[in-house]
């Protein structure tokens, strides 16, 4: 992979529609993309979501049913469930300042900068909050999708899946979670994915890109 560059390697991704349950992911490679999503940038540093590293059979078993029986989710190694905060507030957000102080020091500065930060994000009604936070968790996946293509591992994004359902099998509404994206690791199984000889369709950059000078 070292002699592969950065653009090979997304040219080579793609959504895998269909994975080979007998070729995992290897470990150290999902603990790479982890990290890649712990180190994402988030706004004002918040990092305000959860990700969940779901292995177990019966409950990915669960989470396909109610993903309309996508079957990456079961023949993938490991199923990547990004949770957003569903709402921002004090106890949440004092977390964050503490870390800072933690890894900076007490400094004036980070009190000021995340009062100023509270007093607009508390008032606000919770959906306008989760939304954010949801921007903010599809940062990491971005970073995830990267970071398993650097690696030769296989994903797929998904937003199609009933997220009440989910969030039940999980238990994310008690944790003050909402799911946002799923996405499954592994290794693609190339005589069964109809998509994997279809050539790579994009929008040309002079169609998508406005250069203003």
């Known amino acids: 992979m070292t002699n592969t560059s950065l653009t090979e390697r997304m040219n080579w991704r793609y959504a895998v ?3 080979d349950p007998a ?12 990290e890649a999503v712990r180190m994402a940038p988030t706004s004002s540093g918040t990092q305000p979501f959860e990700l969940f ?8 078993a669960q989470i396909r049913e109610a993903a309309y029986d996508q079957s990456p989710i079961i023949d993938g190694s490991h199923l990547l469930v990004f949770a957003a905060w569903d709402n921002y507030t004090e106890e949440r957000l004092e977390e964050v300042v ?12 980070i009190d000021d900068y995340y009062g100023n930060l509270k007093a607009n994000y ?7 909050n989760y939304a954010h936070a949801a921007r903010q968790a599809y940062i990491a996946v971005g970073f995830a999708l990267l970071a398993a ?8 994004p998904m937003e199609g899946f009933v997220p009440d359902q989910v969030d039940e099998i999980l238990g994310l509404r008690e944790k003050g979670l909402r799911s946002v994206v799923l996405m499954p690791l592994g290794n693609r199984n ?10 790579k369709v994009r929008k040309s950059l002079d169609t998508l890109v406005t ?3």
């Open 190 to 199: 190339p005589e069964a994915d109809w998509l994997l000889p279809m050539p």
């Open 17 to 19: 529609k269909a994975m």
């Open 122 to 128: 508390l008032p606000r009604d919770p959906e306008v």
């Open 211 to 213: 250069t203003i000078a």
């Open 149 to 156: 293509a650097e690696l030769g591992v296989d994903s797929t």
């Open 98 to 109: 503490q870390l800072n102080k933690a890894a900076r020091g007490d400094l004036p500065a």
């Open 53 to 60: 590293v779901v292995t177990n059979p019966e409950v990915r």
């Open 23 to 34: 070729s995992p992911a290897p470990q150290d490679k999902v603990d790479a993309i982890i």
